[in-house]
């Protein structure tokens, strides 16, 4: 079993930065991909970033704002948001596949813009 567990969410004004962490635990040997994801009311969960086996991909919609970073000692991964919109409220998701086919996510945080 794995557990994601996401922390760094919350209120902030367009402009302003956050940063996501997610710590993994548990059986998390073999990782095929991981990231972030997140969800807007009405909205189907999108993809954000995410570390892969060939790289690193990011919405297009977030290119130049956010950044990934990881730590593997740790199995840590971070999500540092900058110049944040009220478009980019949504709960955000960390996530995380296996080589197996297994997938996890975690519960989710909320960041919300606004001013």
């Known amino acids: 079993q794995v557990q994601l567990v996401e922390s760094g969410g919350g209120l902030v004004q367009p402009g302003g930065s956050l940063r996501l962490s997610c710590a993994a635990s548990g059986s998390i040997f073999s990782t095929r991909t991981m990231g972030w994801y997140r969800q807007s009311p009405g909205k189907q969960r999108e993809l954000v970033a995410v570390y892969t086996v060939t790289g690193t991909n990011y919405a297009d919609s977030v290119k130049g704002r956010f950044t990934i970073s990881r730590d593997n000692a740790k199995n840590t991964i971070w999500l540092q948001m900058n110049s944040l919109k009220p478009e980019d409220t949504a709960v955000y998701y960390c996530?995380?596949?296996?080589?197996?086919?297994?997938?996890?996510w975690g519960q989710g945080t909320q960041v919300t813009v606004s001013s």
């Open positions: 996530y995380r596949e296996f080589i197996s086919g297994r997938a996890y």
